[in-house]
């Protein structure tokens, strides 16, 4: 009894879910879920001007464009944009770099994402984001 129960609720389920589907217009495509969705594809979070930068934040910018030096062996290592808050990128597109937090005994949360750009050089690319809070947020940095 317990088996024809079970088999008439999933066939039930089924019908539910196609009547869903046609309701709605069909069953996405397998090209439509490999879409990129529009969050991956544009940069939509805020924006910050070079001078509203702190001090840190200018002094990293001013590094990243000039080729270094910098204080960090971990700064220019490659940034993975695993959460996808920033457009997506093949892997080595973006690089990070630390701005330091004064009074702060590790690299802090701060940091400079830059873009490699069309030239492939994160010095001149112009494409710069700066996190306050470890990668939860970013703000394209305005020149």
Do not use: C, W
Request: hydrophobic letters at 35%; zero cysteines; aromatic letters at 10%.
């Amino acid at each position: 009894m317990a088996a024809l129960f079970a088999r008439a609720l999933k066939s039930a389920s089924a019908a539910l879910l196609t009547a869903t589907l046609l309701l709605a217009g069909g069953a996405p495509s397998l090209a439509d879920a490999r879409a990129p969705r529009p969050a991956e594809t544009s940069f939509l979070g805020d924006t910050i001007a070079v001078a509203e930068l702190p001090p840190e934040g200018r002094r990293t910018l001013a590094a990243i464009q000039a080729g270094g030096p910098f204080p960090y062996a971990k700064d220019g290592a490659v940034f993975g944009n695993f959460e996808k808050r920033l457009p997506r990128q093949p892997r080595g597109y973006y690089r990070e770099y630390t701005v330091d937090t004064p009074g702060a005994r590790n690299r802090g949360a701060r940091r400079i994402i830059a873009g490699e750009g069309p030239r492939r050089d994160v010095r001149t690319s112009g494409e710069y984001y700066y996190s306050d809070d470890h990668y939860r947020s970013f703000r394209l940095i305005r020149h």
